[in-house]
Each structure stands twice: as C-alpha cells, then as structure tokens.
C-alpha cells in the first residue's frame, strides 16, 4: 500500500523538509554556520539552454537557439529533413491570460527541454516563451501549440503515451493530454523546491521527480499526493534521473556534488554511488571545476550507461551490473571541443553532438570493449551536413552553460563574522577608553594633583 509520508529515516514530506530549512535560518542568530541556495528564477532567471540531441529509431533531432533539426540515420529514409522554428509558432497576445490567470509574458522563444515518446511517434518541446509544443513524427508534423503556466525545466512522455508531463521552475508538475492535442493542463503534483527533472516508471505506477533541494520524491501516479519513498544522499541539487528500462526497479540520478548514484528507487535504498571526479585526469585544466551531469543516457542492447556533462569535453561511460546492483566505470571519452549532448542509438552506437562546425556530430562504438570514433559513413556525412547548413541556430549555444552554476549552496560562516564584528567593537571601545584617559607626564594626572592641593590651600 502507498504511504501518505516517507518511510522511517527519511524527510516525511516537503512541508518537514521546508521546516528544516527555516529553522535552519533562524538559527543564525545563535552564531552557527548554515548553507543557503544562491540565484533565482528557473535555473538561474531565464533557463539558459545550450543545444540538444535527442535519438528513437532512426529520427534524429538536433536543437539550438528557437530551432530544432530533424533528420533519419537511415539512408532508407532519403534525405528528409524538417526544421521547425519556435519564433515562428502561434503566440497568444499580451492581453491571454496563462492557465493561472496572469498576463502572458513573452519570452525569448528559446527551446528549453524536448523530448520523444517511447515509441518514437511523438515529439515535444517547450520554450522560454511558455508553449508546450505537439510533434506527430511520421511524418514530422506539429500538433498544437499550448500554453503552460511557467517556464519549463523538463518533461516526458508515459509509458503509455497518452500524457505530457511538464515540470516547471516553481515544482509543479502539470500533465496535459496527448490524444486531445489542444487541452489545458491539469495540475499533478508539487514541490516547495524547484523542479528539475521528471521521470515515470515503465508500467506508469510512479511519477519521479527530482528538484534542488536534493532530494528524489517517488509517487503513485493515481494518486500524487501519496508518496512512495524519498531518495535521499545527494548533497547539492539533482540535475538528472532516469528510470532503467531494462531494470524497471532501478533508477539512475546525478546531480551537482560530482557523483552517478543507483537507487532501488520504491524503497529509497541507494545501491551504489560514484564519484565523477574521482574518474578524470588531475592534469586536465577543468579538473578542479565543480560540475553536473546534463544528460544520462542508455543503451539497452549493452546495459551501457553514458553521461555528458555541463559544457565539459568529456563523456563516462559506465556498465550497470544489475546483479551486483553497482556502476562499473569503463572509459573516459575526451574531445577537442565542448560537449553539448549525447544519445544511444541502438543497434547503432553514441551520438555525441559537439561544438564544432566542421565535424558537429561524431559516432562511436564499441571495438574490442573500448569505444572508439566509427569511421566516416555516407549516414554521418549527410547528418553532418545538414547540421552545418543550420549551424546559425547552434551559434548562440556556444558559451552558454546549462544553467546550472546558479543553484549550488553558498555557505554563510555566521561564526567567523560574528567573531569579527566582535574583535571590531572590542578595538572601538578600547580606543575610545584611550582618547577618554587623560595624557601621563606633567600635563596629565600630577598636574591635576596639584592643582587640587593648590585649590585647598586656598580655601584654608
């Protein structure tokens, strides 16, 4: 049966978890040393996006900017090529009103998280403009266009298909219908965090979500509001989960303390944990670089787990071992340039789109149980060449980090600043005792003296 709480040992709900923080807080005024989230807004103000890569079947999309490329890996499909740009799509007026009764801002049309449906038949995305855009793919075809009540910072399809779920900056999770294509959004679930990522279980019993708080929450999806478990051991905010398809009770998260954790995620008990930092070359110049992961990755074929991360030229590549319920690090992929996404194809190998203009997309595979850059097929060469005719929309990517620098904890030392301030008014009141004293010598205290025994002679 669900819980309505979390189990023993864990936070028993948002509302506790809030509770903490604020009496956390408070208790600076005791002089003790607290630590405190940094930054605003979704992920940081506006969500800062660099390019995305998303792979199913054969359909390949690239994103950047307000556009997004899409183009088959097969070269049974011919040359197909569609391209889609958000600045162009249905916009509502300053005067709509959102799901939530307010004005409608307008945003900068760029694309903020997309995603396919596990068949492949379905693509969505949403931008900093507030739409939730449909995708039919075969062949490619939008939908509709609906409003959402925030900015975006993930979504994902259920396993049936049948739903969107949208997770936005404030913590809420909205579901909106995939068969009745222009309907609003229903209200799912909530954090008093911000959300950052959303996942459901393959049979669609749980919804997952991770927010910055640390924490994963599992729960029923028919009923929301009874929580399965928490996920509990990360120590800055989860960037990313993902539900194992091929181990449907085991869940993949990282986040921005540097570690891959695998959790048997209905009970909360966390498997194994990985440190990222411990995997990489200290003599690499961003080795001293506090990083998140910004995208996990799966090939099922192999149980291959592979991870990009925010703006770093580097792949892991890990093998879960789902016996022996652990991560097993196997190879470190460098590149020449920055790393803006990967994906499994499978059957087919890793995707990994970089920046670069010249050799933007670049295909590796398993050789000898290493992986290695594929030789140049006629596949790659006209993939390549339709992202370097559009490389105008991946221009304004470079540079640009995921946003995730803006929501590591800033830690306050109440201690040493009280211990200052204390040593400052010490100091002041010592030298206001000193200019109050009168000076020594003939002008100080024995000439007042004798002053005063003058003074009584007098009066004798």
């Not at 950047?64 to 040359?79: K, P």
């Not at 570690?259 to 995620?265: G, K, S």
């Not at 990222?276 to 690499?284: A, D, G, N, R």
């Not at 290695?372 to 006629?378: R, T």
Request: glycine share 8%; proline share 5%; charged share 25%.
């Amino acid at each position: 049966m669900p819980a309505t709480g979390s189990r023993a040992g864990a936070i028993p709900d948002d509302v506790t978890s809030r509770r903490l923080r604020l009496t956390s807080l408070s208790s600076a005024g005791r002089k003790r040393r607290w630590t405190a989230h940094v930054g605003g807004g979704a992920l940081g103000g506006h969500m800062a996006s660099s390019a995305g890569l998303a792979l199913c079947g054969h359909a390949l999309v690239v994103r950047g900017g307000s556009r997004l490329l899409a183009t088959s890996t097969s070269s049974s499909d011919g040359d197909s090529l569609f391209i889609y740009d958000c600045s162009a799509a249905e916009k509502k007026s300053q005067e709509n009103k959102g799901e939530d009764g307010q004005p409608v801002d307008q945003g900068s049309d760029t694309v903020l998280a997309s995603t396919f449906s596990k068949s492949g038949s379905y693509f969505v995305l949403t931008d900093d403009s507030k739409r939730l855009i449909l995708f039919r793919t075969n062949p490619w075809q939008c939908l509709s266009v609906r409003t959402v009540v925030r900015r975006c910072t993930a979504l994902t399809f259920t396993a049936s298909e049948e739903k969107i779920l949208v997770a936005d900056k404030s913590g809420d999770v909205y579901s909106f219908s995939v068969l009745e294509p222009h309907g609003g959004g229903r209200l799912e679930l909530g954090h008093l965090s911000m959300l950052l990522d959303v996942a459901v279980s393959p049979d669609d019993r749980f919804v997952l979500t991770a927010d910055r708080d640390e924490k994963i929450r599992v729960s029923w999806a028919a009923a929301p509001h009874s929580i399965e478990s928490f996920c509990l051991g990360h120590t800055e905010f989860v960037s990313r989960i993902f539900v194992v398809p091929n181990h449907p009770e085991l869940l993949l998260s990282s986040s921005g303390d540097c570690t891959l954790r695998l959790w048997e995620y209905r009970s909360g008990r966390e498997l194994h944990c990985c440190p990222l930092t411990s995997l990489q070359e200290p003599t690499e110049p961003w080795s001293d670089k506090r990083f998140a992961v910004s995208r996990i990755t799966y090939w099922s074929q192999e149980d291959c787990v592979a991870l990009s991360c925010d703006g770093l030229p580097v792949v892991y590549i890990f093998q879960l071992d789902a016996a022996q319920r652990q991560l097993v690090p196997r190879q470190l992929l460098t590149f020449q340039h920055r790393v803006w996404d990967a994906a499994f194809e499978e059957g087919h190998g890793l995707w990994v789109l970089q920046d670069c203009r010249e050799d933007p997309l670049v295909l590796y595979r398993p050789v000898g149980g290493q992986w290695q850059s594929a030789p140049e097929s006629a596949e790659l060469r006209r993939v390549c060449a339709h992202v370097r005719v559009n490389w105008a929309m991946l221009e304004g990517c470079a540079g640009v980090d995921s946003g995730f620098s803006s929501l590591y904890k800033a830690t306050c030392d109440n201690m040493t600043t009280y211990l200052k301030k204390k040593e400052e008014r010490l100091q002041q009141q010592l030298e206001k005792k000193r200019r109050q004293a009168p000076p020594p010598g003939p002008n100080g205290p024995t000439k007042k003296m004798r002053a005063g025994e003058l003074a009584q002679g007098c009066s004798s």
